[in-house]
Each structure stands twice: as C-alpha cells, then as structure tokens.
C-alpha cells in the first residue's frame, strides 16, 4: 500500500513540475519553425548545364537528367545537400521548404526544365 502511495505522490510532484513550464510544442500549422541557415529543404535547379556531377555525388541515386529534363525523385533523396555542395555552377539549392507530404506518388517527382531558352 505504502508503495502505491509513494507512486501517486511521485506522479503529482512530476505532473505539477510540468505544469507551469513554457510548452515544447508549436502549434502547427498556423506556428511555423524558425529554421536555421543550414537547414536543407526541397532542392531547386536553375540553370543546370548538365555536367552530371550531381548524379555522381548523389549516394540515394534520386538524380537522372534526361535530355532537357532535370528529375530529381524526392522518394529517394535523403536532403544530404551533396548534389548542392558539388554543383560546379551553384545551378542547385536547398531551400527551406521543408512540407513535401503527399498522398499522390507523383507530386514527389520534381521536374526542372533545363533547356537553353534563346538558342537556335
């Protein structure tokens, strides 16, 4: 009995310890994160001359460049940032976007056009 006991007042002194401490949690999604610089979101390609480092680099193999089509497959990307860091033109980015759930398989394709726009 004396143990039962015990435990209950252990139980109230942790309850009443959290009570009054600021919440750990955000209210989400009206409350977003303040992220940091070095977080790595979804990434973004512009003007890839289709060198095929980032293909190299990539340990998921999420990356394919398909003729004017730039296909990174977010299914696989594990948001390492290797195919940013060692992108000799900086062409790819990790931004902050960091909401990519979906209930459709295809939204987690992301398709770049990488075409020279004005050449003949």
Do not use: Q
């Not at 730039?70 to 948001?79: A, H």
């Amino acid at each position: 009995m004396l143990k039962g006991i015990k435990g209950l007042i252990v139980s109230m002194l942790t309850v009443f310890k959290h009570l009054f401490k600021n919440s750990v949690t955000l209210e989400y999604p009206e409350k977003k994160i303040i992220l940091s610089n070095n977080f790595r979101g979804m990434p973004i390609v512009e003007g890839c001359i289709k060198c095929g480092t980032c293909i190299k680099v990539c340990p998921s193999g999420a990356i394919k460049i398909e003729s004017d089509n730039f296909n990174i497959n977010m299914e696989k990307c594990i948001f390492c940032g290797n195919c940013a860091y060692y992108c000799p033109k900086n062409c790819i980015k990790m931004s902050d976007n960091y909401e990519l759930a979906s209930s459709d398989k295809n939204d987690l394709s992301l398709n770049f056009d990488i075409s020279k726009k004005g050449e003949e």
